[in-house]
Each structure stands twice: as structure tokens, then as C-alpha cells.
């Protein structure tokens, strides 16, 4: 079984037809599967009611709403934040209420077998889906599968440096991620930049004399920083009114690959707000051992090695 982030099985025909009905979801608890369904309601006493197929309306206890939720190492805005938004559970039993049948289900236990399953089983440099929950200042928190949490440290998002991950990402975006290490605890760090290509691959992107689009990202006294893409950024000289953030129409002037250098000309910089670009990944395998950013004949070696833990 591959484990998903939440969110990815809700539409899946198997899962539309195991919540069909009460035979299925019968069906379902024999199996084990993992199913979806929505959240519609988080009651008073923290049970989350989960809207399934042919009206029938499933319940997570409270204390199946989470790993950590029974002895108190996750807070209880773990269950009350998944309201309306897709959650997986697996069928646990069925019971008779005002005589409506109403199928017991837990998400606790999905994510552990997921834990024991999957996550336990990560090695470093493995890369596996991620789906964007939430951001903050200093990182990007992805589910990395059946509602499980970890974190992309915000300067671990890209080479180019970022104010915030939403200059990068937006909430509910897939995307891929490497696993940088997992804990004695379980608890697994993630990067991203390294799937995002090397100097080079980005370098080959452009040309010397190209005027092309590029986002202000810093300004120093001795010029402004330009990105031209997540991994890519030049140094255009010092320019009146350039601000971080602004857009910026930008003229080539050289790139060094021994220095790792794109020189720029700012033609002309304007605020504007534009969706968020489609993610480039370089790298399509399942599992990277080395990245090493920097050219060949650079003298500064930047680099990324991910040694088996097992």
C-alpha cells in the first residue's frame, strides 16, 4: 500500500465505491483499508463526523482523531483544524445510535500504520509526495502521509533566498521533498532545494544578451539580488526605488560558472503580484545520494550528501 498525503484518495474510484454504502464500509473494516471521506463537523466534545457516501455520516472519537491525542502530545487543533477538508481513517466498527447506523472509524490508526509502514522504512536522500498544509515565517509544514506532519526549514525551500515560503509555495500544492534524516523519535527532516537542479541546470536556462523576468528578492548597498529562478540568482548594480519583492525585467550581462555568478542590468523593477510558477524538478527518481550545486571548476564546493542510515 503507498501511503498519501490526505487529500489524494477521496476521489479515487475504490474509495468512492468502499463508502458507498454499509455493506462496503462493512467490507472496508474486514480489509483494513485506508479510506477518505470529509470532516463536516468537530462536536463539543472533539469527535470529528465524517460525511461518507449515501449520507451515511461516520464518527473519529476524539481520541482516534490523531496520533499523540490519548496521552496528550498533540493538541486538540489537530482534530478541530481538519473541519471540511479531507481525512483518512480506516472502518473500526459500526454503532446503532437512536437506531441510525453510524460507522466507528479512527485516523489514529491509519496514521500509525503509516508510521510503522512507511515512515520507519525511510532512508535518507528517499523522495516521496508532500502536500502544503500551512507556512510560517520560518518553514513550510507539508503532509508527508495520512495527515502527518513534518517541516521544510525555510532556508532548505531553495537556493534563492525567500522573505517567507509563500513566495514559493501556496497551501494545498503538492510537491516533493527529500528526507534529510529521520529522528530516534520518528520525527523525519525534510529539504527541497536539492531537487530544484544545480547551478548549472539552472544556468543552461539562459543566455548571455537575453533581457528576462526575474523577482527582486534583496537589496544591498552594493547592488540588488535577482532571482530567476529558485535556484538561480544574479547581481544586478545599484538601481533608485529597486525594493524586495518587486518585479524586475532584467538584461543578462555574463554568467560565470567558476565564480557561480550571473551578472544583471535592472531594465526596469514594478511592483506586481503573479501566481505562484509551476515547481521545475530536475530529478525524477524516488532516491538521491549526492547534490552538488556548485560547477565543476568552482572553488567553492556547495553540497548535499545523504548517507544510508540503515
Not at 279 to 303: A, G, L, M, R
Amino acid at each position: 500500500m503507498k501511503f498519501m498525503p490526505e487529500g489524494c484518495l477521496i476521489e479515487t474510484e475504490h474509495n468512492t465505491l468502499r463508502t458507498s454504502n454499509i455493506f462496503a464500509l462493512s467490507e472496508a473494516s474486514k480489509s483494513g483499508d485506508i479510506l477518505e471521506g470529509r470532516a463536516i463537523i468537530c462536536d463539543a466534545a472533539h469527535n470529528l463526523i465524517v460525511a461518507l457516501g449515501d449520507g451515511i455520516r461516520g464518527i473519529i472519537p476524539r481520541e482516534e482523531g490523531a496520533i499523540g491525542i490519548k496521552d496528550g502530545t498533540t493538541k486538540d487543533i489537530a482534530i478541530i483544524s481538519r473541519v471540511n477538508k479531507p481525512v483518512c481513517f480506516v472502518v473500526t466498527g459500526f454503532d446503532t445510535i437512536s437506531g441510525q447506523v453510524y460507522p466507528i472509524l479512527s485516523r489514529a490508526m491509519a496514521q500509525q500504520r503509516c508510521r510503522d509502514n512507511f515512515h520507519s522504512q525511510l532512508d535518507r536522500g528517499d523522495i516521496i509526495d508532500a502536500k502544503v498544509t500551512h507556512m510560517e515565517n520560518f518553514g513550510c509544514f507539508v503532509d508527508i502521509g495520512c495527515g502527518i506532519c513534518s517541516m521544510i526549514p525555510i532556508d532548505a525551500i531553495s537556493v534563492s533566498r525567500i522573505s517567507h515560503p509563500r513566495d514559493r509555495f501556496k497551501i494545498g500544492q503538492d510537491i516533493r521533498v527529500i528526507v534529510k534524516d529521520v529522528e530516534p523519535s520518528g520525527r523525519i527532516l525534510l529539504t527541497h532545494k536539492e531537487l530544484l537542479g544545480t547551478w548549472e541546470q539552472n544556468a543552461a536556462m539562459f543566455s548571455a544578451g537575453e533581457t528576462v523576468a526575474g523577482i527582486v528578492r534583496s537589496v544591498e548597498p552594493y547592488g540588488a539580488f535577482i532571482e530567476l529562478a529558485p535556484n538561480l540568482a544574479g547581481l544586478a548594480e545599484p538601481r533608485d526605488e529597486v525594493t524586495c519583492g518587486q518585479q524586475a525585467g532584467v538584461y543578462i550581462k555574463s554568467l560565470i560558472p567558476q565564480k557561480m555568478k550571473v551578472k544583471l542590468i535592472i531594465v526596469d523593477s514594478f511592483p506586481a503580484h503573479y501566481p505562484t510558477a509551476p515547481i521545475k524538478y530536475f530529478y525524477t527518481e524516488n532516491h538521491i545520494d549526492d547534490w552538488i550545486y556548485s560547477p565543476e571548476n568552482c572553488s567553492k564546493v556547495i553540497q548535499s550528501r545523504f548517507e544510508s542510515r540503515f
